[in-house]
């Protein structure tokens, strides 16, 4: 196996760590549950638009820097960033799921509109698609959408929608044909949360914080132009925007930096007369989580290897958003446990570590686990397609994660 990129990448290589040097300091905090983008976050988003260190590809006419494709260019990128524990800029609903869709699916009008201001981060988007009959069963939505006096008149309920009550605009699935078949009759619409007739309201979750919402449309106009698509096409233009949100999950990079920060808590924090890195079995769940990360590392490079032959990834592609969850939650696990008693303050404690970072990702990751498409219909996919799934790590579970489990079984959000 070569895993060198080739002498011309070095020099590009060494560029992006140039920039980092020089700039890095500019980069913000991590924006952790904000779901506006901060004033330095925009602007650390347009300077690394203007580097062609985010947006590379995407043309100058919609925003972006306008580079030729290179994937190992763009996998440097990720590296180096990811290396040096810097933002590699804004990744959200609307930047990482909406934009790519717009621009395979899009006309040449709303790539002109929307891409720009959404990747300068004036918009924030936010994604209808579940509703409370229709989760992992996604076809069976029932919000339905009639055509009224040059508009849609929609009228229905979404779930789980997460940022809606922060968002701008919405891209929407909405049944638009309802005698036809379930998967044929859907339209994907984008249209402005401020129209009349919507009504949010926040899902607490355990988290103690309302990261989703419900929505509710009664007779909500939207213009006939502003759907992504034809009419009745909404289920293939859906599947194209959940191509990205599961490539976002599963961002191998970030699972890398959670690993990274788990080691630095565990050589900090204190059990008995050492360290929690000094702890034999917590060392054992630490070492059998780094050989996960390792391959899901390695995965992203046989995916990158394909995408350079042209291949489409098979199931090297289909494992990356259920593993890269799973281990993620796993990570925040072994966080808690190394935190010993302090490891079950939250809300506010004086004593709480990272302001309940560990114990909020541990909560969310859970239903990060399920959102997506569910952990349980994707293993399905997998078996049915002749791939033996890894066996958990022995020590991966702790009870801490058997407990949280049970509170969070009745939540399911996302589409298989």
Known sequence: MDLDYGPQYDVFREEVRQFLQTHGHRAPDGQGRAARPSPEAVEWQQLL???GYT?????????????????????????????????AGLANQGISMLVPTLLELGTEAQKRQWIEPTLNGEIVW????????????????????????GDFVINGQKIWTSTAKQADM??????????????????????SMDTPGIEVRPLKTMTGHAEFNETFFTDVRVPLDQIVGQRGQGW??????????????????????????LVRLMQKERIGQGCAMDNAVLRDRLVALQAEVAAMKFNGMR????????????????????????????????????????GILYHGSEREREDGAWQWNYMFQLGLIIGGGTAQIQKNIIAERGLEMPREPKFATPPAAEQATAVASGQ?????
């Open 49 to 51: 638009i203007l580097h």
């Open 55 to 87: 947006a590379r590809t995407i043309p100058k006419e919609y925003g972006g820097y306008g580079a030729e494709p290179d994937i190992l260019k763009s996998r440097i990128i990720a590296e180096e960033f990811s290396r040096a524990g810097i933002p």
């Open 126 to 149: 936010c994604q209808g698609y579940s509703e409370p009959g229709a989760g992992s069963d996604l076809a069976a939505l029932k919000t339905s959408a009639r055509v009224e006096n």
């Open 170 to 191: 919405i891209f929407c699935l909405v049944r638009t044909e309802p005698d036809a078949p379930k998967h044929g009759g859907i339209s994907y619409l984008i249209f």
């Open 236 to 261: 293939y233009v859906a599947n194209a925007t959940l191509g990205h949100e599961r490539g976002m999950l599963g961002d191998p990079d970030a699972l890398e930096n959670r690993l990274q920060a």
């Open 303 to 342: 995916i990158l290897s394909n995408s350079l032959r042209g291949d489409a990834g098979g199931m090297a592609k289909l494992v990356v958003k259920l593993q890269s969850c799973e281990l993620a939650h796993q990570i925040s696990a072994l966080a808690i446990d190394a935190m010993g008693e302090m």
């Open 412 to 416: 399911n959000k996302g589409a298989a």
